[in-house]
């Protein structure tokens, strides 16, 4: 219910004086812009137990009139001014006696809502941060969106802190891309202080450590003392490099192939100790059908190769028909089978057509220990340097062993001239196992 303006009054001299503005008007709601009537300025207008406004004036708008009314006072008191964190204290603006809580654009948004008498402040839908950003609760950024989620971007540092607690990116089974962009970026994974560790794994979708044309891939530091190990597993794996099915241009693997070396270098292939299986290396084998070099100890120093070992196993040299295999000495002493052992040394081939040279200059051809021949052997000169002490069946064997003995038996042999003559000595051989002296003169025509 409303109550009415108060009686006139009356005065002395000047008539009746209609109570209005003195008496308040009394309701149960708050006016409205339309309460107009019989309202003069300054009238004031109370909603019981709730709120005072006050008149200030009127409006017209397209001829509707239309009335101010000013809250002044609420039923828990009178709201004179607010303080912010900066700028001391702010009260109701002149005329309209109103405090604007506004938001920043990309920041703070305030949402009022007349019916409730309530103001939500709220993030903006798209945010910016002008300052230093501390979250020290659980954070989620878009975790259940699907928009694009932008960090960093501006020519600040971008920093990305771990605790305690670690650091973890997932993703999901989807596409992940570090710095996969147009720009020259400069990338550093891992830390080379103290036990600092780097892992790089990967399933069933391979791994691959790929650059531009001309990119440089170094793996260790110059410094490093540590093992490099490429290809460690212990099933069936293979390891390849530079081993694609077609290239186009020329190819070169360096190892250990230091300019300056200053230490002692060891190159280790298939050095292991297994005990099942078998082992082969293979080096312009059956696959290489281009025409290849291999080198093998050619470098100007004082080298030295072996081939084999005391251990069971064979070596053997093939080469095609019509090639030439040749080793060369440049001076040196070149020894084959020349070790205690009982060995078995064998050189050219009993093929009909077959031939071996065995050269030498002045320094002569030595053979020590008895000479079997099967075939023909020719030479300029042959000489006998011992004495078996016993012949072989089937052998005719010459010795050193000779004798100057000469006495005066007589026995006939007839000489290339009519001339007489006397032998001079003994030479031994042996004829199978007989022992036999064939008689030696200075001259064959005294």
């Given at each position: ?13 000047f ?18 812009t ?6 003069p300025?300054?009238?004031?207008w ?38 912010g ?9 002149a ?59 501006s ?22 891309q ?30 691959a450590?790929?650059?531009?044309t ?46 300056t ?29 281009r025409?290849g ?63 071996l ?41 010459f ?48």
């Open positions: 219910m409303s109550f009415p303006p108060g009686s006139s009054n009356y005065t002395q001299a008539g009746t004086n209609p109570e209005n503005v003195e008496v308040p008007h009394i309701d149960s709601r708050a006016p409205s339309s309460d107009i009537t019989n309202y300025v300054g009238k004031r109370i909603n019981k137990n709730t709120a005072a406004y006050d008149l200030l004036g009127f409006t017209v708008s397209g001829g509707i009139t239309s009335a101010t009314w000013a809250l002044s006072n609420t039923s828990t008191g009178v709201l004179a001014e607010l303080t964190d900066s700028g001391g204290a702010i009260t109701p603006a005329g309209t006696g109103n405090i604007s809580l506004l938001g920043t654009a990309n920041q703070i948004v305030t949402t009022g809502t007349l019916a409730s008498n309530q103001i939500v402040w709220s993030l903006s839908s798209t945010l910016v941060v002008p300052g230093t950003l501390t979250v020290t609760g659980t954070t989620s950024i878009n975790a259940t969106g699907t928009a694009t989620t932008t960090i960093g971007g020519s600040g540092l971008f920093t990305l802190a771990s605790g305690s607690g670690g650091l973890t990116a997932t993703g999901g089974g989807n596409t992940i570090l710095f996969n962009d147009a720009a020259a970026n400069i990338v550093t994974l891992g830390s080379t202080s103290g036990a600092a560790s780097l892992t790089l794994q990967a399933g069933g979708g391979n791994m450590l790929t650059g531009a001309g990119t440089t891939y170094t793996i260790g530091s110059a410094t490093g003392i540590g093992a490099i190990t490429v290809g460690q597993s212990t099933a069936a794996e293979t390891v390849n490099i530079l081993s694609a099915t077609s290239i186009t241009g020329a190819q070169i693997v360096n190892l250990l192939n230091g300019a070396p200053g230490a002692n270098t060891t190159l280790n292939i298939m050095d292991g100790a297994g005990t099942a299986g078998t082992q082969t290396v293979n080096i312009l084998a059956t696959g290489a059908t025409a070099a291999v080198n093998i100890n050619t470098g100007a120093a004082a080298h030295t190769l072996t081939v084999g070992s005391s251990s069971a196993g064979n070596i053997a040299f093939a080469i095609a028909s019509g090639s030439t295999y040749s080793v060369t000495g440049n001076g040196g002493t070149i020894t084959i089978g020349n070790d205690a052992a009982a060995n078995t040394v064998s050189v050219g081939t009993s093929n009909t057509t077959a031939t040279n065995l050269l030498a200059g002045s320094g002569k051809v030595n053979i020590t220990g008895a000479v079997i021949a099967n075939s023909t052997v020719q030479a300029s000169s042959y000489a006998a340097t011992g004495d078996p002490g016993s012949g072989t069946a089937s052998q005719n064997i010795s050193n062993a000779n004798s100057t003995t000469i006495s005066t038996g007589l026995g006939t042999i007839h000489m290339s001239t009519a001339n007489p003559a006397t032998n001079t000595g003994w030479l031994k051989c042996y004829i199978g196992t007989q022992v036999a002296w064939i008689p030696t003169w200075t001259t064959n025509a005294p």
